[in-house]
């Protein structure tokens, strides 16, 4: 008489794979979320540059910045992920200069970096009241 050997895993093999899985889930879920609101902030910034590459554009051409908001292109006021907004104010009325602002959208309106701002003599800054310099400077290069 043979006896027949049961085939499977046991109660303990699964939850030692359960286990495993969880801790790696635990792990790897921060990082992932980190570097995709890492990706979402350069198309942010990719946007802003976008956008104040046209208003030199219309500079170079018109021999002033657009005055009104209304100016402003539909298509440069959002970046493809729909991660952030992107505003335009002008300085004045005389279309002397300007402040673009990214502003972020969704689930990325909880990022650290907050909005991204940006003017006519190219600096950056974030629309995050009392934002520190070694932030600006962390949000910007990364």
């Not at 051409?61 to 009104?68: I, K, R």
């Amino acid at each position: 008489m043979t006896t027949r050997r049961p085939r499977g895993f046991t109660i303990t093999e699964v939850l030692v794979v359960v286990a495993l899985i969880a801790l790696l889930a635990a792990v790897a879920l921060p990082a992932y979320q980190t570097y995709l609101q890492r990706s979402l902030r350069a198309e942010a910034r990719a946007g802003l540059l976008q956008a104040a590459h046209w208003l030199e554009r219309v500079a170079t051409a018109t021999g002033l910045y657009p005055a009104d908001a209304a100016d402003f292109p539909e298509a440069l006021q959002r970046v493809p992920s729909g991660a952030y907004r992107i505003g335009f104010e002008p300085a004045d009325a005389q279309g002397s200069g300007y402040t673009l602002t990214a502003r972020p959208q969704g689930a990325q309106a909880a990022d650290r970096c907050g909005g991204y701002t940006l003017d006519q003599a190219g600096v950056r800054g974030l629309a995050v009241p009392g934002a520190s310099d070694e932030l600006k400077a962390a949000c910007w290069n990364r």
